[in-house]
């Protein structure tokens, strides 16, 4: 069990982007005994079970459940935030789904991992990712002729 002002809420990661239900939060405080326990990491951030939390505050309990997972950085405890919810809860829109998806573009991630990792296609994701291409290519290009006109070669 963990207090539940122990929890660290990570809104900057939180794949809901800080929505929040509160008719979820009430059927959750109805049922609350009922609840699997919350997720948190090794610094007590929350990995998943932010509606589980708000309905224990609700049901004027000071302490939840919880299982404590291993994660490695901000993008480890991102990915996993994301990942818990894609499986269960309150399905994703689609502005969400493109959010996260332009995240991990910008980490390099492969339009196919991202395609898998959030739910929509690979062409999806491509679309998504078009303008950002362009400029990549466009400032790859600029730099190719920068350094060529420093008289720098490929070598």
């Known amino acids: 069990m963990i207090s539940l002002g122990d929890i660290v809420l990570r809104d900057d990661l939180d794949p809901r982007l800080g929505q929040r239900d509160d008719d979820l939060f009430q059927q ?15 610094d007590n951030e929350l990995v998943d079970g932010c509606h589980r939390v708000r309905a224990a505050e609700r049901a004027g309990r000071t302490e ?9 950085g901000d993008d480890d405890l991102g990915d996993r935030m ?3 919810n894609l499986k269960h809860g309150v399905q994703y829109s689609r502005a969400q789904r493109q959010t ?31 303008d950002q291409r362009e400029r990549d290519k466009q400032e ?16």
């Open 28 to 42: 959750y405080a109805d049922i609350f005994d009922q609840l699997p326990p919350i997720e948190i990491n090794q």
């Open 64 to 72: 939840i459940a919880n299982v404590v997972v291993e994660t490695d």
């Open 82 to 84: 994301w990942a818990a």
């Open 100 to 130: 996260q998806g332009l995240k991990l573009y910008q980490r390099k991630v492969t339009a196919e991992k991202i395609a898998g990792r959030v739910g929509v296609s690979a062409a999806t994701v491509r679309r998504w990712t078009k």
């Open 140 to 155: 790859r290009n600029d730099l190719v002729i920068e350094l060529a006109q420093q008289g720098k070669t490929q070598a």
